[in-house]
């Protein structure tokens, strides 16, 4: 087979992990193009991967008006940027890989799943959870019977206290008009992963859930607007930005900040950026905690929690059936078998796949699940689909539709109300 060539338009953070398969695997897929806006950002990557300076583009759009000029292209823009680059793309005949949320609209969606079926293109979505050893052998033991019948799941996603401040009250998906709801940007991953344990249709769904410490009224006495403007608790603060980003320069979240990462460039971005900004002070109005209740076509119950107040980022869960139980934990890549009966839990301890130990080793097994697909023309299905995903983002926009209105919502009903 062939090379697969990708153009990648957004070469932030998740493009840049996505598209450094390519370096380590030169002979399966090759970088030939980038749009950016970002002029040193999209020189980075240029160079990183040796792109022709002709196919090197500030707007998607002059990306793809050019005579088609790869096998692929990766999505990898801000969540409200993926609907239209998406759609042209699959007309223009690419084979597209796009990443999570697919839209913050439902019925983009939607569209997105039915263009892609009607164009006969591979069209995947970055579930990378799917991919990961630890979830893969969920699956197996699930299929394989090992604790009978599949009753009850019980959910829980860590967001982490600091990766809540950084990524949902001063980042990018803080305010859910501007990106998306928390159940959508952060957790799609998992409404995606209890409808492939659960092996059925989610039916019906609640949710409760608020925003209820990243807010002013529990800022300390005297706090500033920003960090570094001489707040009176910078000493004890968990928050205070430059003990956050200033003291490692190599962190994702230094990343994050500054695409130049000498400590001029992040104090500066502090200083004057989104990231030096006052926890509690910030124009968040995304949930820092929620839970969606879920019944399934099989009657499988779930609960699913989601919180920012933990230590780690992990997830967490326990799998009940008529024979047994499984518990697990993610970051630990630890499972383990409880028997009915027996006195004797089985431990399986997993191996991280080699190669972008991103989210579990997912992240590579995506990219490798892509390229293979691409190369051998889509003829075969991968682990998911597009038709899964509309459905696992469905179940996230009823959710967030449910909190809000506390009520149940009967999922038949709302996929005919967005038609």
């Known amino acids: 087979m062939s090379k697969l060539k990708v153009a990648l338009i957004g070469a932030g953070l998740r493009g840049q992990i996505y598209t450094d398969y390519a370096l380590d695997h030169p002979e399966e897929m090759q970088l030939v193009a980038v749009a950016d806006p970002n002029p040193d950002r999209r020189k980075k990557f240029q160079d990183r991967h040796g792109i022709a300076e002709e196919l090197c583009f500030a707007d998607w759009r002059e990306l793809l008006a050019q005579p088609k000029l790869a096998d692929a292209v990766f999505v990898c823009t801000q969540d409200k940027m993926h609907y239209e680059p998406t759609m042209q793309a699959l007309d223009a005949g690419y084979h597209v890989l796009l990443e999570k949320p ?89 409404m995606d992963i209890l409808l492939w344990l659960a092996g059925t249709d989610c039916v019906r769904l609640s949710s409760f859930g608020a925003l209820s410490y990243f807010k002013a009224e529990n800022a300390p006495q005297g706090a500033p607007k920003r960090c570094t403007d001489g707040c009176p608790v910078a000493d004890t603060c968990l928050y205070y930005a430059p003990n956050v980003y200033l003291t490692e320069q190599d962190s994702w979240m230094a990343w994050a900040i500054s695409d130049d990462p000498s400590y001029d460039a992040r104090l500066k971005a502090l200083q004057e950026g989104p990231y030096g900004r006052c926890v509690y002070h910030c124009d968040n109005d995304v949930v820092d905690h929620q839970v969606v209740n ?126």
Request: proline share 2%; hydrophobic share 35%; net charge neutral.
């Open 294 to 419: 879920m019944e399934f076509a099989n009657e499988v119950t779930a609960v699913f929690t989601m919180t920012a107040f933990t230590q780690d980022c992990t997830r967490t869960l326990k799998l009940m059936g008529t024979t047994g139980e499984i518990r697990g934990a993610m970051e630990k890549n630890e499972i383990e078998i409880i028997r009915f009966g027996s006195d004797k839990p089985e431990i399986i301890s997993l191996e991280v796949a080699g190669g972008h130990q991103g989210h579990g080793g997912g992240d590579g097994g995506l990219i490798r699940d892509f390229v293979n697909l691409a190369r051998e023309g889509g003829k075969r299905n991968g682990l998911t689909s597009a038709s899964a995903s509309v459905q696992s983002h469905l179940m996230a926009f009823a959710a967030e539709k449910a909190r809000v209105e506390r009520s149940v919502i009967d999922m038949k009903e709302y996929a005919s109300s967005l038609k």
């Open 102 to 190: 697919m839209s913050p609209d439902p019925r983009e969606c939607i569209e997105m799943g039915e263009k892609a079926k009607s164009r006969g293109l591979i069209f995947s979505i970055c579930h990378v959870l799917r991919y990961t050893n630890f979830f893969g052998t969920l699956k197996r033991l699930l299929d394989e019977g090992a604790i009978g019948r599949l009753m009850s799941i019980q959910h829980n996603e860590n967001v982490a206290y600091w990766h809540q401040a950084h990524s949902f009250v001063r980042g990018n998906w803080r305010n859910s008009a501007e990106s998306s709801p928390m159940i959508l940007a952060k957790s799609c991953h998992d």
